[in-house]
C-alpha cells in the first residue's frame, strides 16, 4: 500500500468510512435498511450527492473570499469522502444490490413493469 496512488489510498479512506457509519445507521439489532433512506432511489442519492457539493462549494467559495475563515464542522476532504461513498450507493442501488432494496422495483424504487407476454 506504500507504493499506491494517493487517490488509491483515500477510496480506501472511503470504505473504512462507509464500514464504520453503516455500523452506526444499519447495525444487525436495527430495521432500517440502508435503501429505506432513498425512497426515490437513485434520484434521492443525487439529491443528497447535490446537497453535499452545495454546501463544500459554499464553504470553499468563504474559503476564497476570507484567507482567515475557518470550517467549523465538516472538512473539504470529508465532504469529498462523503461524496465518493453516495456515489457508490448510486451504483450499488442501480444494480439492484443494496441492503433492503426491494426485488421487482427500478433504480428509481418504481414498480418495475410486470413481464407478461400475452
Same mark, same amino acid.
Given at each position: 500500500?506504500?507504493?499506491?496512488?494517493?487517490?488509491?489510498?483515500?477510496? =480506501?479512506?472511503?470504505?473504512?468510512?462507509?464500514?464504520?457509519?453503516?455500523?452506526? *445507521?444499519?447495525?444487525?439489532?436495527?430495521?432500517?435498511?440502508?435503501? /429505506? *433512506? *432513498? @425512497? +426515490?432511489?437513485?434520484?434521492?442519492? =443525487? !439529491?443528497?450527492?447535490?446537497?453535499? $457539493? =452545495? +454546501? =463544500?462549494?459554499?464553504?470553499?467559495?468563504? $474559503?476564497?473570499? !476570507?484567507?482567515?475563515?475557518?470550517?467549523?464542522?465538516?472538512?473539504?476532504?470529508?465532504?469529498?469522502? /462523503?461524496?465518493?461513498? *453516495?456515489?457508490?450507493?448510486?451504483?450499488?442501488?442501480? +444494480?439492484?444490490? $443494496? /441492503?433492503?432494496?426491494?426485488?421487482? +422495483? !427500478?433504480?428509481?424504487?418504481?414498480?418495475? @413493469?410486470?413481464?407478461?407476454?400475452?
Amino acid at each position: 500500500m506504500e507504493n499506491d496512488k494517493e487517490s488509491i489510498k483515500v477510496l =480506501l479512506e472511503c470504505i473504512e468510512l462507509q464500514r464504520k457509519k453503516g455500523n452506526d *445507521y444499519q447495525n444487525k439489532a436495527s430495521v432500517i435498511r440502508q435503501a /429505506d *433512506y *432513498y @425512497p +426515490r432511489g437513485v434520484s434521492t442519492l =443525487l !439529491d443528497i450527492i447535490h446537497a453535499k $457539493m =452545495l +454546501r =463544500l462549494r459554499s464553504v470553499i467559495s468563504a $474559503m476564497e473570499s !476570507d484567507e482567515n475563515y475557518v470550517q467549523n464542522f465538516e472538512s473539504i476532504e470529508d465532504s469529498a469522502k /462523503d461524496m465518493a461513498n *453516495y456515489a457508490s450507493f448510486m451504483v450499488a442501488y442501480c +444494480r439492484g444490490q $443494496m /441492503d433492503g432494496q426491494i426485488e421487482g +422495483r !427500478d433504480f428509481l424504487n418504481r414498480p418495475k @413493469p410486470s413481464a407478461k407476454n400475452d
